[in-house]
């Protein structure tokens, strides 16, 4: 079955200790999303590739960063991870919206951070 | 600014009928999607609206008024199983970025 792949499921780190959470998709998807969701809050959109282009939101922290190696994989650094870090990430993916117009977003199972 | 608000909590008896409303202001708007969430899951595709009107699909069905900034989710013949979040986005112009509302939990009893 085609599907977005998330690993770990669960991630603990230490405060200000490096920590690399990975996605990967057999959808064969152009666009990768990566959402920061806290308990109880929307999930907030941190940064997106299309193909290759890195697209990063506003407010999203210099400690967050992404890699984008392949169609296949994405992953998303935390440099130096903080206790308000601590949340579930989430991996999406998309087709091509430039081509298809807006399209479902599909969604990974998820990690849940922890930082001590 | 961007906006999306919807009820943090609702309750409803198994077999009934709920309606869960979403508003929106936003920057740009290219369609309006439904996901359900249950607790510790990843967001699962419910419904998408571009256009004004009712778009039904099974259990589910979803309306936007775009005049308004207004959708709704219309869940019928409850189960215990629909207890969960049900989050609203709006996708704005370009690469399909969503803004998520904070969801609405559901809880269906007995």
Known sequence: DAMVIQNPRYQVTQFGKPVTLSCSQTLNHNVMYWYQQKSSQAPKLLFHYYDKDFNNEADTPDNFQSRRPNTSFCFLDIRSPGLGDAAMYLCATSRDPIAEGTDTQYFGPGTRLTVL | ?110
Not at chain 2, 70 to 95: H, I, N, T, W
């Open chain 2, 1 to 110: 600014g961007q906006n999306i608000d919807q009820p943090t909590e609702m309750t409803a008896t198994e077999g009934a009928i709920v309606q869960i409303n979403c508003t929106y202001q936003t920057s740009g708007f290219n369609g309006l999607f439904w996901y359900q969430q249950h607790a510790g899951e990843a967001p699962t595709f419910l419904s998408y609206n571009v256009l004004d009107g009712l778009e039904e699909k099974g259990r589910f069905s979803s309306f936007l008024s775009r005049s308004k900034g207004y959708s709704y989710l219309l869940l019928k013949e409850l189960q215990m199983k629909d207890s969960a979040s049900y989050l609203c986005a709006v996708s704005r112009e370009g690469y399909n970025k969503l803004i998520f509302g904070a969801g609405t939990r559901l809880a269906v009893h007995p």
